[in-house]
């Protein structure tokens, strides 16, 4: 199994900076994509940012030039995280942490228990 730890969200300023992190460790195998999404109330689910097998970032469109992300690391234990410039009231909505990974069953993803981003105006 894999385990999911995330770090960081909470009451953000107008035009602050908002830090992520998510630690996965367990039965890590190929690892295809470990990243953030989010969910805003009343919206359906987004991407916001996620480091695929070969290192390649992935971003949600609405927020590229505003985000960076990153991926740390080895077989055991993997982190990835995510800053984000600039926001907005947009942007506040629940962070949950996402890992997909193939084993010898299929494809299998695990989603992390969320964080809270609100707007502290």
């Known amino acids: 199994q894999v385990q999911l730890v995330e770090s960081g969200g909470g009451s953000v300023q107008p035009g602050g900076s908002l830090w992520l992190s998510c630690a996965a460790s367990?039965?890590?195998?190929?690892?295809?994509?470990l990243g953030w999404y989010r969910q805003a109330p009343g919206n359906q689910r987004e991407l916001v940012a996620s480091?695929?097998?070969?290192?390649?970032?992935?971003?949600t469109d609405s927020a590229e030039d505003r985000i960076a992300v990153s991926i740390s690391g080895d077989s055991a234990l993997k982190t990835v995280y995510q800053q984000m410039t600039s926001l907005s009231p947009e942007d506040t909505a629940t962070y949950s942490c996402?890992?997909?990974?193939?084993?010898?069953?299929?494809?299998?993803?695990?989603w992390g228990r969320g964080t809270l981003v609100t707007d502290a105006s």
């Open positions: 996402h890992y997909a990974d193939l084993d010898s069953y299929g494809q299998f993803e695990v």
């Open positions: 367990g039965a890590i195998h190929g690892l295809l994509s």
């Open positions: 480091i695929e097998r070969e290192g390649r970032p992935t971003y």
